[in-house]
């Protein structure tokens, strides 16, 4: 293997936000290493040929088996970070959209059914970002705040 194929990777992913009532769709994930709960919207790496917005569309119906309406760039975030005691560095094109299944705004939680999430849930902006469960990438809230 050469010395650039086994060098750390920057990858490109799209996330998005799904708002209701101030509320938002967040992933449950874990971080064994830290012990550390967190969220982090759904979403996944834009593969090569890929737009973002493809991509979005593509990682929403492989994790909730849903389609997605009006998606709009909210911005684009980077994130370095370490997960699991493996360092990574993404970039990060963060949408919001609607569900085309109106009904999924009246879940508790939604199953999550790739992606290596806990579940979904639609969790209170107000009461993000201070408690003991971080939101990810950093300024996501900061994001969803200065668009919103």
């Avoid at 994130?79 to 990574?88: A, E, Q, R, S, Y």
Wanted: glycine fraction near 10%; hydrophobic fraction near 40%; include cysteine.
């Amino acid at each position: 293997m050469s010395e650039a194929a086994s060098a750390p990777q920057i990858r490109p992913k799209a996330l998005c936000v799904f708002q209701t009532a101030n509320r938002i769709l967040v992933g449950h994930g874990y971080d064994a290493v830290k012990r550390e709960h967190f969220y982090r919207p759904l979403g996944g790496a834009i593969e090569f040929g890929e737009t973002a917005l493809e991509t979005l569309r593509r990682e929403i119906r492989e994790e909730l088996d849903t389609d997605i309406a009006e998606p709009r760039l909210l911005g684009v975030l980077e994130n370095i970070f370490t997960c699991d005691g493996t360092p990574g560095h993404e970039v990060l094109f963060v949408f919001d959209a609607r569900f085309v299944d109106a009904s999924l705004y009246a879940e508790p939680h939604l199953a999550v059914l790739e992606g290596g999430w806990e579940r979904a849930t639609w969790e209170p902006l107000a009461e993000l970002g201070g408690g003991e469960r971080p939101v990810y990438p950093e300024g996501l809230l900061e994001l969803c705040a200065a668009t919103g």
